[in-house]
């Protein structure tokens, strides 16, 4: 029993894991905070956040929904900067993602077994450029990554919008794209639903029907599958070996006889491949077309933070993700629930980040409670 | 001490009791769901959200609003207000119409209403639709900046060229045209909405090449051409509300686009049983859904002012038509 | 023996221990240093020694023990009180702003103001100026410290423990990157210090250096206080051989062995260094099999360039290095390593040589973790990765004995060896060895030297780059003497005469 003791302890005190527990509490308590600060009653409002995400099967739904293309984008982040790269691009290698899902599942004709991954594939490998170019620009000029991703996530929103003016793709006056073939679709009875007996079905069945109002879809089983592709390319392979030692230590890897350069350009192809099946699931999940964009939605910069949360490992991005989603799916619910503002929710998010890119402060209050039990 | 509090809070709710008590037998409850521009937008979200409070006060009616933060927050953000039980949810502007629509069919019992998009005969039962003629009060404007203009010059700075900007920028022109056949618009689009860097640098370069009033169908970016008209001391039109009070003294008047109308209008309706479902209400000169800010007045003169009130009768009148289109309006400058 | 006042303690420490967990660093350790003495702590990595100044300094609290400051009891609980009772610090690792110069970097967090907060800079000036004099310590106020070399940021330091009163100073390992005139300066500085009073506690293992500077000795090994010794009464065998905790020996024993074929040539090489200025300029060298050949010199006059420019690292300017008349310039260190059998004991091992977050094991593959080896495929062969690894930690030695612990967490002669394990287990016709030795305590030293002569034995060429002339001279059978980027002599180690090679090494001809 005190062996137990201890060792959960030791995992407790020295591992991520007590770190990122600690700070989401706390992240919560500054929320807390801030919404009595400004006249509203905490409790009321996180319980308001409870019952958005479970009182209903439909809204944990939604927010596994929400958090599928966190968790990609939020494996892209990661798979790069645990290869020494910040990609800051996921942003635009996911609107790129959309893009190309968007017009190969409206352009191609193909059964759906067929189609579905062709769509991925096609988008993935667009990501892959887009990401790739970063790589390539800081090999061959030494232009750092930041800079570069902050660029073409720009160039990326744009063609994406420009794409949406073209008379063959994008549907005149709706500032959308046409909607993409049914073969090229991930999500599940979408065309059922909306008819007579797909609306009678829904209401009739509490739990099935309920579920089904939402868009379910089969995205998150491919950020599952994504999650363990991510871990098994670092931690099993000889690629994942050279990217790794490249992210550590670039000067001894060069020793080695790895290149590094190559490995640069290889990591930001692998991590915009994610970004943009990320793009694309939602496209084939979820939205079925691309929309104008009037601003950065946002979905690869949240990633950033689920890398972060999740400790850059495959699986921490997959309870990051859901964690995440669950916030904006759920925080957002304060809004009308109790007339509190959202944007005490990112300021929740913000805090955990903060708190967790403090582990020495979060050790330091672990061990004064310590000393003190 | 304790006694007294305990007086004063039984006659308190006495009070409100008797209050709330007689006036309705129901309270109705409505909210709305914004587009990502969010409630605060200086413009179309933030117009709604003022028929809400409209409607609160006269009519008594709970309130409650719901912001998206991106595209694939619209069909949730109605799921969850459907849940919640309101008698009435607006979806506010032409980029929710689908996500209504599905969420209308899947609940046939609940009401929706939408501003700024109309299914045409493919309407539910259930959801009404607000829809305006902006060409009429850009024609307005259009007209007085033609008439106002020393330059022969004026521009216009849209949001993203979608169908419901081009009516604002045709009837503007179609304006322009009318009162000064000579005058030349420059017309730009910021692709964006919220990027009010962009708007004042469109502004300030159509400043440059000698425009001396710039109308603005953009929302967020407008901001940012007020702001230019304000610097460069040169004349902006303001759309949608009302926009003189971010600069009294360089906005020159603003294509009013009353959607606060349109929101307490259908609101109203609903309360009294008369919910128009399954159909689009337009609105217009003629129901003063639409028209031009009554600060006008203070800098543009009477004299442009009367001749404007002409040409309000005149399209009530049928007379004109102002084109809202770029077939219409080559046909009309012809 | 320095001017000591025997009467005055300035330091005592006594029955310190310190413990980290389960970890006792120091374990019941005394130590006093009188005022004017020169004090070595001498110990091998990770014996302790380090800890026991950060200690005194207040970097560490003591879990045990007291520590008395000029017979007073002091609880040092960070070092700004460790500062105003005097206590000065020389860091291993320079703590200097490079772009700043010498007076900025001293009064940093210190400053005297004048009126409205201005630093008064004038009068820091001219105090270091005089400051500098006084001591001998030749530093111009005004430099920049990045235009400095070595020797001078490491006065800076030590100008800076005095500028703010020291009376004690801990000079962390302060030869370690020093070149062997430096260290002379050095040791001239260290006597002028205390003749002036002040005490020095020198943390360092090198044998030569104590007997050469300090009065007093005391002797560490793994946290125990072994013995303190007055120099002069012990030889650098006694020395050795109490830190070790066995006999040491310092001669490499090597039986003389015929030359083999030239498998090395370098013709008219041309290197530039960082800045684009040829630190190889036009460089001949032949290296045959079976032998071990030094090269001497004084840091920066382009050994790095030439190592780097061998194992692909760098790319030549102009002229050849051909491997059993191949030519090997400008290829990819991954070629060179794979195809022309050049392994390499790299200058700066935590930069170059291994890579902390990867285990042992990982370490261990670093450059054949794509050959059949060690993968299948495109995945890595665990099995054979850590049976590998169990056995060149076997064979090596590698301390402590466990194939999944993270190279950081080594000792630097663990870390050494693990790098020579695998550089050996590559099975290299040329081994390039530059500077093994650096940081390393005697007995990883004769560890190193025992497995170059190993290699030398089995008739590979041994190319020896090393800044420590005895080290050169000890191990080598033939020395070649680098000077501004040229070879400017050969000699037999057999007939090496310290002062000729120290003379062609300062640009003289021998």
Redesign the interface.
């Known amino acids: 029993m005190t062996l137990n003791r201890e060792y959960l302890k030791e995992v407790f005190l020295k591992g991520p894991l007590g770190l990122t527990v600690i700070s989401v509490v706390l992240g919560f308590v500054v929320g807390a905070v801030v919404l009595l600060i400004a006249g509203f009653n905490p409790i009321e409002a996180y319980m308001a956040i409870l019952r958005g995400i479970f009182s209903k099967p439909k809204y944990m739904s939604y927010v596994i929904i929400y958090a599928t293309p966190l968790i990609m984008t939020g494996l892209s982040v990661a798979f790069a900067l645990r290869t020494g790269l910040f990609n800051i691009g996921a942003e635009g290698q996911f609107i790129v993602g959309a893009m190309v899902a968007a017009m190969a599942g409206y352009f191609i004709h193909l059964p759906m077994l067929l189609h579905v991954p062709v769509c991925i594939l096609l988008a993935a490998s667009a990501a892959s450029v887009w990401g790739g170019l970063a790589g390539y620009i800081k090999a061959r000029f030494g232009v750092h990554e930041v800079i570069s991703t902050i660029m073409l996530n720009w160039i990326a929103l744009y063609l994406s919008n420009w794409s949406v003016t073209l008379k063959s793709f994008g549907k005149q006056g709706t500032g959308k794209s046409y909607v993409i073939q049914e073969t090229a679709r991930v999500d599940l009875f979408g065309q059922w639903k909306i008819t007579e007996a797909g609306i009678d079905f829904i209401r009739s069945h509490r739990f099935w029907g309920d579920i089904l109002k939402s868009p379910v879809n089969v995205g998150i089983i491919f950020a599952i599958i994504l999650a363990f592709v991510m871990w098994y390319i670092l931690n099993?392979?000889?690629?994942?070996?050279?990217l790794?030692?490249v992210g550590?230590?670039p000067?001894?890897?060069?020793?080695?006889?790895?290149?590094v350069n190559r490995s640069i350009i290889t990591s930001m192809v692998i991590s915009g491949a994610f970004a943009g099946t990320a793009g694309a699931l939602q496209v084939m999940g979820v939205s079925h077309r691309i929309a104008k964009l009037a601003a950065m939605e946002g979905y690869g910069f949240d990633g950033i933070a689920v890398s972060l949360i999740g400790n850059n490992t495959g699986i921490g991005s997959v309870f990051a993700g859901v964690l995440f989603g669950a916030l904006k799916y759920g925080g957002s619910k304060i809004q009308d629930a109790v007339g509190a503002p959202t944007e005490v929710i990112n300021i929740v998010v913000g805090t955990i980040i903060l708190f967790i890119a403090m582990p020495k402060l979060i050790r330091m209050i672990l061990q004064a409670r310590n000393k003190k039990g | 001490m304790k006694k007294l509090s305990v007086v004063l809070t039984v006659l308190a709710c006495c009070a409100m009791f008797l209050a709330a008590g007689p006036v309705s037998a129901k309270k109705f409850k409505v909210a709305m769901v914004t587009d990502v521009g969010g409630v605060n937008d200086q413009s179309f979200n933030q117009s709604a959200w003022e028929g809400h409070k409209r409607a609160k006060d006269e009519l008594g009616v709970k309130i409650a609003y719901k912001e998206s933060k991106q595209d694939a927050d619209y069909a949730p953000n109605m799921e969850t207000l459907t849940d919640a039980g309101y008698d009435l949810i607006w979806g506010i502007g032409f980029l929710m119409g689908d996500a209504i629509k599905n969420t209308a069919l899947i609940n046939p019992d609940q009401k929706y209403a939408i501003i700024d998009f109309a299914y045409g005969d493919e309407t539910p039962k259930n959801v009404g639709c607000a829809v305006f003629q902006e060409e009429q009060p850009s024609f307005l404007v259009g007209y007085i900046a033609g008439k106002m203009t020393k330059t022969n010059k004026v521009g216009f700075v849209g949001g993203i060229k979608f169908p419901l900007i081009e009516k604002f920028e045709y009837g503007y022109m179609a304006g322009v045209k009318l009162a000064n056949p000579d005058c030349e618009v420059l017309s730009q689009y910021a692709e964006s909405f919220t990027d009010a860097a962009k708007g004042k640098a469109i502004a300030n370069n159509m400043y440059q090449q000698n425009a001396d009033i710039v109308f603005h169908a953009s929302g967020g970016v407008g901001d940012g051409v007020i702001e230019a008209a304000k610097e460069k001391g040169k004349w902006a039109i303001g759309v949608d509300k009302d926009q003189n009070f971010l600069a009294p003294d360089n906005v020159l008047t603003s294509a009013m686009k009353r959607v606060d109308n349109a929101v307490f209008d259908m609101i109203r309706q609903m309360t009294e049983g008369k919910f128009k479902g399954g159909q689009a209400v337009v609105y217009n000169l003629s129901n003063d859904g639409v028209g031009i800010a009554p600060t006008s007045s203070k800098h543009v003169p009477k004299a442009i002012l009367d001749e404007v009130d002409a040409l309000v009768a005149k399209i009530k009148g049928g007379q004109i038509t102002v084109p809202a289109t770029k077939k219409e309006y080559d046909a009309f400058v012809k | 023996m320095n001017s000591i006042d025997f009467s005055h303690k300035a330091v005592e420490m006594v029955d310190v221990v310190k413990k980290f967990g389960d970890f006792t660093a120091n374990d019941r350790i005394n130590l006093t240093v009188h005022k004017g003495e020169v004090h070595a702590l001498l110990g091998e990595n990770g014996a302790g020694k380090t800890t026991l100044m950060n200690v005194l300094y207040g970097l560490y609290q003591p879990t045990e023990g007291a520590v008395r400051i000029n017979g007073k009891p002091l609880s040092v609980k960070d070092p700004n009180v460790a500062i105003k009772n005097g206590i000065g610090m020389v860091h291993q690792h320079f703590m200097l702003v490079e772009p700043f110069t010498v007076t900025q970097n001293i009064i940093l967090g210190n400053e005297t103001t004048k009126m409205l907060g201005m630093i008064d800079i004038k009068k820091a000036e001219s105090e270091i100026a005089a400051l500098s004099e006084r001591y001998g310590l030749a530093v111009d106020p005004k430099a920049v410290i990045q235009d400095l070399s070595v020797g001078a940021q490491q006065r800076v330091e030590i100008l800076k423990t005095l500028y703010r009163g020291a009376q004690i100073l801990i000079l962390d390992e302060p030869t370690a990157v020093l070149t062997p005139q430096e260290i002379q300066e050095l040791v001239g500085i260290i006597h002028n210090l205390t003749r002036e009073g002040k005490s020095i506690i020198i943390i360092t293992h090198k044998l030569k250096e104590i007997k050469q500077v300090a009065d007093f000795c005391t002797i560490i090994r793994r946290g125990k206080h072994i013995d303190t010794v007055e120099v002069d009464q012990v030889t650098e065998e006694d020395l050795a051989s109490k830190m070790v905790g066995r006999e040491v020996s310092f001669k490499v024993e090597k039986d003389p062995q015929p030359q083999g074929d030239r498998i090395l040539e370098i013709r008219d090489l041309v290197v530039e260094d960082s800045r684009g200025i040829p630190a190889v300029n036009g460089l001949n060298l032949d290296l045959y099999k079976g032998e071990i050949l030094g090269i001497a010199g004084v840091d920066g006059n382009g050994q790095t360039e030439l190592i780097e420019a061998l194992?692909g690292?760098r790319p030549a300017k102009s002229g050849q290095a051909l491997v059993r008349e191949k030519e090997i310039t400008n290829l990819?260190?991954?070629?060179?390593?794979?195809q022309h059998g050049i392994s390499?004991i790299?200058e700066d091992r935590q930069?170059?040589?291994?890579?902390?977050?990867?285990d042992i094991a990982?370490n261990l593959?670093?450059?054949n973790?794509?050959t059949e080896a060690f993968?299948k495929g495109?995945?890595?062969d665990f099995k054979r990765i850590y049976r590998n690894a169990d056995q060149l930690i076997e064979k090596f030695d590698i301390r402590p004995q466990n194939s999944k612990l993270a190279a950081k967490a080594l000792s630097g002669g663990n870390q050494q060896k693990m790098i020579i394990a695998r550089e050996v287990a590559n099975d290299p016709d040329i081994l390039i060895a530059a500077q093994p030795t650096r940081g390393l305590d005697v007995g990883a030293i004769e560890y190193v030297h025992k497995a170059l002569v190993d290699q030398r034995n089995q008739g590979k060429a041994v190319l020896l780059i090393s800044f420590e002339l005895d080290e050169v001279i000890n191990v080598s059978d033939r020395i070649a003497v680098i000077y501004e980027g040229k070879i400017v002599g050969i000699i037999d180690a057999h007939d090496a005469d310290e002062k000729e090679i120290g003379l062609m090494m300062a640009g003289g001809t021998a």
């Open positions: 099993k392979t000889t690629l994942g070996y050279e790794r030692a550590y230590n000067h001894a890897a060069e020793y080695g006889g790895i290149n | 194992t690292l990819t260190p991954g070629k060179i390593i794979q390499h790299p930069k170059r040589g291994l890579i902390f977050e990867f990982e593959i670093l450059e973790y794509a993968s495109f995945t890595l």
